[in-house]
């Protein structure tokens, strides 16, 4: 790679760093995972970095790759690990945030993961449609679609928290 | 927009400060892409060699070059590690008979990087495999598993701790169980990921499958034998 291609790659990971971290973590709820995953998905970009750059702006790419690590990173074997007993094991507490944002993001833990890929992109990224169509790699009726139904599981799981808590 | 979007949109995550350097990742990222330039350059020449002696040499049969087969770690070093993973569970399982450990040849893919399985049969006659996976600092990130992490929502261990260890590792325990029909028998193992500060990691599992009567690893026996400083590889 050329060292002007170095030093922009650089930047960008120094500048996207937290922003994708973010992201990470409210898709899979756990900070060690997220950084992880950060990593995993700068070192894949940078292996690609002359090319896509050459395309345009990369964060949209950068938070496709991203999705693709954590969808991969959910179906290892090694995390699905299989009870035959029937009986549902007491989660690790690893959405251990506090107020009012606490139940909101234990409710979208809870989400299925496309659903909940829709709604951190649309909602909590703030990303238009049409990107999280591109990130998505689908057309933007099945993103408003996939966010709609996740807003949905996501109201239900709250009202059914509060019931519980009540 | 409706309320819960609003929530959404301005959803507050306390953020820790960021675990890693980018820099330091850029570093890392930069050795790996001349490592593989490195080999493919390699390939390469050895295919162009190949076909020059195909072009001009006067016998018209000259062997066509084989694909290069996955380069292990060397010999010594997986004697190495076979003899000490079979000290280790001896240790672990007093009165063991039948110790058998065998390196499997197909996760050998890297020289940074090797699969080790122990068979026996312990004391009481009930038959054990565990299998150990140690990866160099320098293994290739495709065949490194991301398990840095104890929890996600997807994940249904019945319990996983994360307990720092000297020298700045972490050893990542995960517990693992299975209640028989009838729920009179229940087997809980654990499986552990070493990870070291130097980048290198270790993981040990279970590989009995589902046999029902087979030796498990309690928490202090996988400790004692994942933080083997013997398992690693250069």
């Not at chain 1, 702006?57 to 699905?80: G, I, K």
């Not at chain 1, 234990?106 to 993961?113: C, G, I, S, T």
């Not at chain 2, 000490?84 to 893919?109: M, N």
Request: glycine share 6%; hydrophobic share 45%; proline share 8%.
């Amino acid at each position: 790679m050329r060292a002007a291609d170095d030093a922009d790659f650089r930047e960008f990971a120094r500048a996207r760093a937290f922003a994708l971290r973010r992201t990470a973590y409210l898709l899979c709820g756990d900070w060690h995972l997220a950084e992880d995953l950060v990593q995993l998905t700068l070192i894949k970009l940078y292996r690609v970095w002359p090319k896509i750059t050459r395309r345009g702006p990369v964060d949209n790419y950068a938070r496709q790759v991203l999705l693709r690590c954590w969808l991969d990173e959910s179906r290892r074997p090694w995390r699905r690990r299989e009870r035959r007993d029937g009986v549902v094991p007491d989660r690790p507490a690893v959405l251990t945030e506090t107020g009012i944002s606490g139940p909101l993001l234990r409710a979208l833990a809870e989400v299925p993961p496309k659903q909940r890929a829709a709604v951190v992109l649309r909602y909590c990224a703030d990303l238009p449609a049409a990107a999280v169509a591109d990130v998505l790699r689908c057309s933007e009726g099945t993103v408003r679609s996939q966010a709609a139904r996740g807003l949905e599981t996501l109201r239900g799981l709250l009202e059914h928290s509060a019931e519980r808590s009540a | 927009m409706t309320d819960l979007e609003t929530r959404l949109r301005e959803v507050a995550v306390p953020e820790p400060p960021l675990g890693f350097d980018p820099d330091a990742l850029a570093d890392r990222a930069a050795r790996d892409v001349r490592r593989r330039r490195a080999g493919i350059t390699g390939t390469l020449a050895v295919a162009s060699a190949a076909a020059a002696v195909a072009v001009f040499a006067p016998d018209p049969a000259p062997v066509p070059p084989a694909a290069s087969p996955p380069s292990p770690p060397p010999l010594a070093e997986q004697a190495r590690i076979r003899q000490a993973l079979g000290d280790a569970v001896a240790g672990v399982f007093p009165g063991l008979r039948h110790l058998s450990v065998g390196t499997s040849s197909a996760d050998a893919v890297s020289p940074a990087r090797m699969s080790v399985t122990a068979e026996f049969v312990d004391a009481a006659g009930r038959p054990g495999s565990f299998q150990l996976t140690v990866y160099g600092r320098d293994a290739p990130d495709d065949h490194v598993p991301v398990v840095r992490s104890c929890a996600e929502p997807a994940s249904i261990a019945l319990r996983c701790d994360r307990i720092p260890q000297p020298g700045g590792a972490v050893l990542l325990v995960f517990e693992s169980g299975v209640v028989t029909t009838g729920g009179l028998t229940k087997l809980r193992g654990f499986d552990g990921a070493l990870h070291r500060a130097d980048g290198s990691m270790v993981t040990l599992a279970d590989a009995a499958g589902d046999a029902a009567d087979s030796v498990q690893l309690s928490e202090e026996q996988l400790e004692r034998v994942i933080t083997d400083p013997a398992f690693a590889l250069p």
